[in-house]
């Protein structure tokens, strides 16, 4: 007697695997068709498990947004800490090693990046979602108040230095994603652009 073959809605998953696979799949269909097509029941289908599977995960699709968003700004904070702490560089070329890291990650995923924005200022976004945002622009802050100690940068509330310098890059990714810019430009021109940010538009 020949042993038959799993049908796709048993295909096995190992702890942990669905939900990866999900994530994965769900990120897939955000870059291709947007927030809006995202439907956990399709994305039991296309992975092959029952419709109630997904459930074990993401109570809703609401969950599974902010699960994608979540995942975006991990991955985000890591790219920017990696960025901040390189050893042996001067503020502005740290600043421009952080600036390159936030502008290739907008580029590579602005339909993940529009997501995490939008789902962090929604009231129903978790409290996990809150500190990982904090975390991305607390590692700018750091930054800023330890070139204040330093005597690298002016004075003043290291947090309004954030929010200027976080509205000039969002900037930059928002002028790509609208293709009123061209990402290679505007990585090509990125060393003058944090110089300019930095240094002010003032003769010098």
Known sequence: MSRMSPSPTSRPYHHGDLRAALLKSAERTLREKGAGALSLRELARDLGVSHAAPGRHFKDKQALLDALALDGYERLNQALGAAAARPGLGFEERMTALARAYLGFAVENPELL??????????????QLAAAVDQSLGSLTRMFAEAQERGEIVQ?????ITMVAAANLHGL??????????ANEALAGLDEHVHLLLHGLKPR
Do not use: N
């Not at 529009?114 to 409290?127: I, V």
């Not at 990714?173 to 061209?182: D, G, R, T, V, Y």
């Open 173 to 182: 990714a928002a002028l790509i994603a609208s293709c009123a810019l061209e």
């Open 156 to 160: 003043g509330d290291p947090e309004r």
């Open 114 to 127: 529009e997501l995490m924005f939008a789902r962090k200022h929604r009231p129903d976004s978790s409290a």
